[in-house]
C-alpha cells in the first residue's frame, strides 16, 4: 500500500549527540515536509522540500538539517545545536497542483532527549 | 503572515452530544481551509477541506463551511461517538507554496 513510513518510532539520545530521523514515501509526491509537535502548540514546519535536490527552512530550522538526494526520501538530522529537541516529529508528503495543502502523513517519531 | 486560530481544548462530551470547534484564520488572497484529526498514537489525516467560499466540507458526519466573512471554518458533529475522541487540527494552505499553517489542536474526549 502506498504512504509515508518514519522510522524509528521512539528514539533517545544523549544530550551533544546528532540524530537522523528518517522519512520514505512510495506516493511519487514531489513535495515533503517535517513538522515538530509539542503539546499545545500545534505543528510548526521545520523544513520543507518541493522537488529533489531543493529544500528550505520553515519557522523552526535552527538545530535541524535535512537532505533530499531522492524523491521517495527525506531525513531529518537533529543535531547537538537544538536547544530543546524532546519532541513528537511528522513527515508528511503532498503532490503539487489540485490537490495543494492535502498532506499525508506518516505515524511520527517521538524523539526524548536523555 | 498566515495564522489559523481554534478554540482551546480540551472538550469534553458525553456520547451523542453535539460537537463544535471553532477556527478562525487570517491569510491574504483565497486559501483552502483544512481539518485534520490526530487519534492517539498516530499522524494527523485529513478530515475534510474546502478551496474556495461558501464550500462545505463533510465526512464521517463532520461538516464545515468556508465562510469568508467572518474569516472562519467552524468544525460540527451533530452527534459524537466515543470514536471522534482524538486532536482535531484547522489548517490552512494559501495555495502557493504548498505549506500550511496549523491551528493548536484542540483536544476532544468523548464520554460512554
Known amino acids: 500500500d502506498g504512504g509515508i513510513t518514519q522510522s524509528p518510532k521512539y528514539l533517545f539520545r544523549k544530550e551533544g549527540q546528532n540524530v537522523t530521523l528518517s522519512c520514505e514515501q512510495n506516493?511519487?509526491?514531489?513535495?515533503m515536509y517535517w513538522y515538530r509537535q509539542d503539546p499545545g502548540q500545534g505543528l510548526r514546519l521545520i523544513y520543507y522540500?518541493?522537488?529533489?535536490?531543493?529544500?528550505q527552512k520553515g519557522d523552526i530550522a535552527e538545530g535541524y538539517s535535512v537532505s533530499r538526494e531522492k524523491k521517495e526520501s527525506f531525513p531529518l538530522t537533529v543535531t547537538s545545536a537544538q536547544k530543546n529537541p524532546t519532541a513528537f516529529y511528522l513527515c508528511?508528503?503532498?503532490?503539487?497542483?489540485?490537490?495543494?495543502?492535502?498532506?499525508?502523513f506518516g505515524e511520527g517519531s517521538r524523539l526524548t532527549v536523555l | 503572515g498566515n495564522s489559523v486560530t481554534q478554540m482551546e481544548g480540551p472538550v469534553t462530551l458525553s456520547e451523542e452530544a453535539f460537537l463544535t470547534i471553532n477556527c478562525t484564520y487570517t491569510?491574504?488572497?483565497?486559501?483552502?481551509l483544512f481539518w485534520y484529526v490526530q487519534y492517539p498514537g498516530e499522524g494527523l489525516q485529513l478530515l475534510l477541506k474546502?478551496?474556495?467560499?461558501?464550500d462545505k466540507g463533510s465526512n464521517k458526519g463532520f461538516e464545515a463551511t468556508y465562510r469568508k466573512e467572518t474569516t472562519s471554518f467552524h468544525l460540527e458533529k451533530g452527534s459524537v461517538q466515543v470514536s471522534d475522541s482524538a486532536v482535531y487540527f484547522c489548517?490552512?494552505?494559501?495555495?502557493?507554496?504548498?505549506?500550511?499553517?496549523f491551528g493548536a489542536g484542540t483536544t476532544v474526549t468523548v464520554r460512554a
Open positions: 508528511a508528503s503532498t503532490g503539487t497542483g489540485i490537490n495543494t495543502g492535502e498532506l499525508f
Open positions: 506516493l511519487n509526491h514531489d513535495a
Open positions: 522540500s518541493q522537488i529533489v535536490n531543493d529544500f
Open positions: 491569510a491574504t488572497g483565497y486559501p483552502s
Open positions: 474546502a478551496t474556495k467560499a461558501d
Open positions: 489548517a490552512l494552505s494559501d495555495n502557493w507554496d504548498y505549506k500550511l499553517s
